[in-house]
């Protein structure tokens, strides 16, 4: 898994930031930052996540402990988009754009894995 993560990460430092610079050229700097933004809570999420996993998975209480940290995760995320977008410094868009875009890369790197492993 560890393999697979880092796999992601690189692959998303090299994308994300072509999409970010790509966008810039048709549109404001909002929607830019919006896609980096986008990504990189992609990125965080995955990566506590597999920390919480990896931690706490076959241990007393560890499905709770991780929904737990998922949740608080979740409302950070929540708090943190919210105070953005209302000081108007972020796109919507644009932010959807850097998630699914750090999503596609983490689906393929899923698929590839897990043929590797058949």
Same mark, same amino acid.
Request: aromatic share 14%; net charge positive; no cysteine.
């Given at each position: 898994m560890e393999r697979m993560i880092e796999r992601i990460f690189k692959q998303a430092l090299i994308i994300i930031p072509i999409v970010a610079?790509? &966008?810039?050229?048709? &549109?404001?700097? =909002?929607?830019? #930052? &919006?896609? #980096?933004?986008g990504g990189i809570v992609f990125l965080v999420s995955? =990566? /506590?996540l597999a920390w919480a996993v990896k931690k706490y998975l076959g241990k007393a209480m560890g499905q709770q402990i991780i929904i737990g940290i998922s949740t608080i995760k979740i409302l950070l995320i929540f708090l943190?988009?919210? %105070? #953005?977008? %209302?000081?108007k410094l972020?796109?919507?868009?644009?932010?959807? #754009?850097?998630?699914? %875009? /750090?999503?596609?890369?983490t689906v393929k790197e899923g698929f590839i894995t897990a043929r590797r492993e058949i």
């Open positions: 610079a790509i &966008s810039f050229f048709f &549109s404001e700097w =909002r929607f830019p #930052l &919006s896609v #980096l933004i995955l =990566r /506590s943190v988009l919210a %105070t #953005l977008a %209302t000081l972020i796109n919507i868009i644009g932010l959807v #754009l850097g998630f699914i %875009t /750090s999503l596609i890369i």
